[in-house]
Each structure stands twice: as structure tokens, then as C-alpha cells.
């Protein structure tokens, strides 16, 4: 197809008057039609929706021969198209990443990323054998219908970071949609191209950031939405977590369907009483229990104290805890369920072991049952 030429045809004396600027300036909205409908026929689009944006760039140069490439609706109407265009080619309308299909070296992912939790990872390892097996068999029709893993459990208990090993195991891109405290259901499905400030939802951003069709969805906080528009953001997550309808979501953005069919969408909530019915139907409820003090000394001493004690700058030799204190460690101001409290604690202990050395106080800190109130939060 035909788009305005980009003017080159300016002879190179015009230059030398001064007339040469002047007339690649008259040509620069030119280029800019060319170059968005170069865009267009270079991307691998669905047909209809690659006709309809030639037809909106064919629109557009209609518009300036008429108003000029001056005129407020000339320009206002060039970025409402530019920005149009380049999210719909910025889609993975047929990219997707390759599957791993090895359920060893999933449970070698969840065995590393989460201590403890053994009948949870049964659980999961049972789920990705079955995605897994119907994967090496081609049977499509499966995958889409397999259950929609929910993760609940209080707060700090891993119900993101499983979501995301379960994206590592499978090899798959991951994204995360947070859901606490949203109050519109335009947050998921997009906002019309009719109002000055439209964009499209969370799903067509992450996916447009995932740059895969076939990535993992984490629905962060389904219990969390706000209580005015729980109605409708519940409406549409029925839409999207139902294999018979979201093979063409349509983003009121895009305006376009959208196959999200090979998305895997993974939901957490701290608990199941306000999310509708409609969408727990579609929902497998996997419960997280809390870690008991065992695993959060553990995890404290041999995963996190280490971690946080080298982002810290602190060598093995400049700070050494006693396997006596970790009670009081994991405990310092009464009962935790996760594991946030125990490592901002380790944090504040490791900061105030830093400022003393830096400080040129000590080299080495000790922390033992005599000086461990020193460290701990108040």
C-alpha cells in the first residue's frame, strides 16, 4: 500500500537559500505517516485488525491535507494513532516462549526458592505433571481446561514467590496484576480510545511487557478489590479465567479480540469471603499454612541471614549470631505467619552491625543471649 512519500526529492540547492530547511519541515508529517504505516505492514497482525489501522493511517493523511500539519486536531488525532499503533504491534499476537517440560527439574525450582511446605509443592508438582503430560501429547483442549491454582494464606507465607517458581519451572515469562485496592473494573479491561487519557488494562500492558502469549499471570490480591467495584472486576474476571470466553478478550483499548487461551493465570488472596462465587468456581483453592517456628528459624539462619548479611556488605567473619538467639530472632515482637518481619529484623541487625565497622567501633560483632536486645526492634 501506498503511503505519502518522504519528500526526498527537495534539489540540493534549495539548501544554500535557506528553502531547503523550510521544506523538509513541510515534509517531516509526511515521514511520519510513512513511517507508522511502514509499522503496520512490517508487524504479522490478525487481517482484519491490520486493515483497519491502514485504513486509520490512510484517515490521518487524508486529515492533514485538509487541516494542515499545524492544526490542533491534526495533531491531537497523529498521537491518539501513534500511540494506538504502537500498542497493538507491541503485542505477542503469535510470539510465545518454549515449555519445559521436566518435572525434575521443577521440583529442584521449588525445592531451592521455598523451604518446607511439602504438601503445598505435592500439590503443585501434581498440577504441572498433568499440564506437563498433556503438553508432550498435544492435547490442547486439556491445557486450556486445567484448573486455575489460587494460593491463599496470610500474609508473608510465599503465595507470590510460589506463583513465580511456578513460571521458573515451566520456563515461562511472568507477570503480576495487582488487584489490592483496585476501584475499577477499567483497570483490567481498558478504557475507551473516545476519552483524551485512555490506555489499556493491566492484562493487555502485561502482556505487551511479557512479550509472550503463553506467560503466567499472577492475579495478585483477589480478596482486596474495593468493595464499590467488586461487582464489576469480579464480572470480568469471569470472563477472563473461563477458557470458553477468553480466546477473545476484548480490551476496550485494543478494541480487537485477544486469544489469552494459552495464558496460565495463577490467583492468591489472603482469604476466599469476597471473591464471588462465580470466579472461586473457577478457582482450585490451594490453602497456605503458616510457618511454624522451626521452618522460620531455618529459613532465618541458613537462607536469609545469609542473603541479607552479603546485600548488607558484611563478610561471614564481621558477623556472627548464636544458634541460642534465633528463638528471640524469629519472635521479637510476638507471632508472625510469614517471613517479612523475620527479615526485616535480620536486616536491622545486619544494618547496625555496618554503621559500628564503619564507624571503626568493632570489626567483628558477636550476637549472643547478652547483647541481642541491642539489636532487636523495641
Known sequence: MDFPSNGNDVQSGASDNGQGSMLQKQNMPNDQIRRLGEKVEKTELPPDLRQHLIERVQRLALLRASSGYLSGTYIIEYESTQAYINWIIDLPWNKKTQDVLDIARA????????????QIKERIL?????????????????????????????????????????AEALGRKFERVPFGGMGDARAIRGQSRAFADAEPGYIIKKLSHAQSKNCIV?????????????????????????????????????????????????????????????????????????????????????????????????????????????????????????????????????????????????????????????????
Open 107 to 118: 521440583k529442584t525450582i521449588l525445592d531451592q526458592n521455598h523451604y518446607g511446605m511439602g
Open 126 to 166: 501434581e498440577y504441572l505433571g498433568a499440564l506437563i503430560l498433556n503438553m508432550r501429547q498435544g492435547k490442547k483442549e486439556h491445557i486450556l481446561r486445567a484448573p486455575i491454582l489460587c494460593l491463599v494464606g496470610l500474609p508473608g507465607t510465599g503465595k507470590t514467590t510460589l506463583a513465580a517458581s511456578i
Open 218 to 378: 499472577l492475579l495478585d490480591e483477589l480478596d482486596r478489590v474495593s468493595q464499590d467495584a467488586r461487582s464489576d472486576i469480579m464480572g470480568v474476571l469471569v470472563e477472563l479465567l473461563d477458557p470458553e470466553q477468553n480466546n477473545a478478550f476484548i480490551d476496550h483499548y485494543i478494541d480487537f479480540p485477544f486469544n489469552l487461551s494459552e495464558v496460565l493465570f495463577v490467583a492468591t488472596g489472603n482469604n476466599t469471603t469476597n471473591i464471588s462465587t462465580a470466579v472461586l468456581d473457577r478457582l482450585e483453592i490451594i490453602q497456605m499454612p503458616s510457618y511454624t517456628d522451626a521452618e522460620k528459624t531455618v529459613i532465618g539462619r541458613d537462607y536469609l541471614f545469609k542473603k541479607v548479611r552479603a546485600e548488607t556488605g558484611l563478610t561471614e567473619a564481621q558477623l556472627l549470631i548464636d544458634e541460642d538467639v534465633w528463638s528471640g530472632i524469629i519472635r521479637p515482637l510476638g507471632f508472625d505467619s510469614g517471613i517479612r518481619s523475620l527479615e526485616r529484623t535480620i536486616e536491622g541487625i545486619c544494618r547496625k552491625t555496618a554503621r559500628l565497622i564503619v564507624e571503626g567501633k568493632t570489626q567483628l560483632v558477636h550476637v549472643g543471649a547478652s547483647n541481642i536486645k541491642e539489636f532487636l526492634p523495641t
